[in-house]
């Protein structure tokens, strides 16, 4: 996040103090009024060129469209019949799109926002739960087959978004802080599992522990008050609730050979020393600005087997726009997708695959600045008309070897 304020806001700062400069030589008639000058036409050059690479609204041709979808079965059979799961995360579970893709073509599906700990609550008041927008997304799935990924017990970051702001004045005014927040967080854990129960079979208990700044774990809340053992105590609770639920802890990299990956193994061997109840590791898999290697995407994924633990691909999506030099970018976003998917695939231990979205219709890309000013974004798998993309099929093609 750091790193993202200072290239935003250098660059600002810069063009800033140039145009000062320029006001001021201006004013004052002095000679350096003409190299003023040259850098802000320059600056205001580079700016314009950015614009149109990363801003401008841009058009790629959609030759699948011309395509003829020729699978057999859908997305969903080719999972089912080789136990694995073809997941897409809901947000508003009244769009038409759920009906239409769930069950059809997905045989999971993860509550986008629903089951975050500030959305459940009435005006963000700890303990007033309002599960009605939980349970519309939650039991649509359950009545149709289809199972749910519980999206997340504990999230330390983005206060007031993901977790009540009240938290943080409650264990900033506690007499014992460290009592406070073990209470609190067992109270939800077992409020919002119990709630659950038989409905929600796997939940992310801890959801992004590293820091997005550093190869460290993050310092929020809960690190700050109870050190890394509010991990561990994360999941003894979720485990002590329901010891039929798999408890997975999800995390993102752009980088799979990263400083933080090694503290975040590090996380994941000290958690199994003491005997945590940990079954799997989620990697959310967005790619934002770049894409990722994909080599080393399944090395990681084979180190984390390995430890003999299951492993998911939480939440994906791969913007269209990283693929725009390509001749056909659609056709180039679907290639990369499908080898994403198959390198999991392939994995026995890799038990899911998760877009982060039904469709393109519904991405968090096209809300969040500066991504909705980057259009289009158009990261999923069917297209805003709900039309497949060319990677159904590579991923249907997949699964039909998978062992
Ligand atoms: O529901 C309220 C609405 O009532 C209010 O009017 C509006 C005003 O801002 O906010 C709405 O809530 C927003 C919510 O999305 C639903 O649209 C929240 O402010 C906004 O913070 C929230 O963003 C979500 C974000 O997580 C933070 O929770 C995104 O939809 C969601 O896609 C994103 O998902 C995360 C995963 O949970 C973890 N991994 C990264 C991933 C993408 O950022």
Redo the contacts with the bound molecule.
């Keep these: 996040m750091i790193k993202y304020l200072i290239i935003t806001t250098v660059p600002a700062l810069f063009i800033l103090a140039s145009v000062i400069w320029l006001i001021v030589a201006l004013v004052r008639r002095s000679r350096s009024r003409k190299v003023a000058g040259g850098l802000v036409v320059v600056e205001i050059a580079i700016l314009v060129v950015l614009y149109f690479h990363w801003f401008a609204p841009k058009e790629f041709p959609r030759n699948y469209l011309n395509d003829a979808q020729q699978s057999s079965q859908t997305l969903a059979e080719a999972a089912t019949a080789k136990g694995f799961y073809i997941g897409a995360?809901i947000?508003n579970p009244s769009m038409p799109s759920y009906a239409n893709l769930v069950p059809k073509e997905y045989n999971s599906i993860t509550p986008?926002?629903a089951t975050?700990w500030r959305?459940m609550l009435v005006d963000g008041k700890i303990g007033e739960y309002d599960f009605t927008q939980a349970d519309a997304i939650v039991d649509y799935a359950v009545a149709n087959g289809v199972r749910v990924r519980g999206?997340?017990l504990v999230?330390g970051k983005?206060s007031g978004?993901?977790y009540p702001k009240e938290l943080d004045e409650r264990i900033a005014s506690a007499v014992d802080p460290a009592a406070e927040l073990r209470q609190v967080m067992r109270d939800h854990i077992t409020t919002v599992m119990t709630h659950f129960k038989g409905r929600i079979k796997v939940w992310d208990v801890v959801?992004?522990p590293m820091s997005m700044d550093g190869p460290y774990l993050d310092k929020h809340i809960y690190l700050n008050t109870l050190g890394k053992d509010y991990i561990a105590e994360a999941f003894q609770i979720a485990h002590e609730i329901d010891p039929s639920v798999q408890l997975f802890i999800?995390e993102?990299f752009g980088n799979y050979t990263s400083e933080g990956v090694e503290v975040f193994f590090d996380l994941l061997k000290w958690l199994q020393e003491e005997n945590v109840p940990i079954h799997g590791v989620g990697v959310?898999a967005?790619n934002i600005f770049k894409t990722h290697n994909l080599d080393e995407f399944r090395q990681f994924m084979n180190r984390v087997t390995e430890l003999g633990l299951l492993f998911e691909v939480t939440?994906f999506d791969a913007r269209i726009r990283l693929f725009d030099a390509a001749e056909d970018p659609y056709q180039a976003q679907a290639d990369y997708i499908t080898e994403y998917a198959r390198i999991c695939i392939e994995n026995p231990n890799c038990i899911g695959f998760t877009f982060?979205g039904l469709s393109d219709a519904g991405t968090?890309f096209d809300?969040?600045p500066p991504f909705s000013s980057m259009l289009p974004n158009d990261p999923l798998l069917f297209d805003i008309n709900l039309h497949a993309k060319p990677a159904r099929a590579g991923i249907i093609e997949a699964l039909e070897s998978r062992r």
Excluded: I, L, P, S
């Design positions: 995360a947000g986008e926002n975050k959305q999206h997340t999230w983005f978004r993901t959801n992004e999800n993102q959310q967005h939440e982060w968090w809300y969040v």
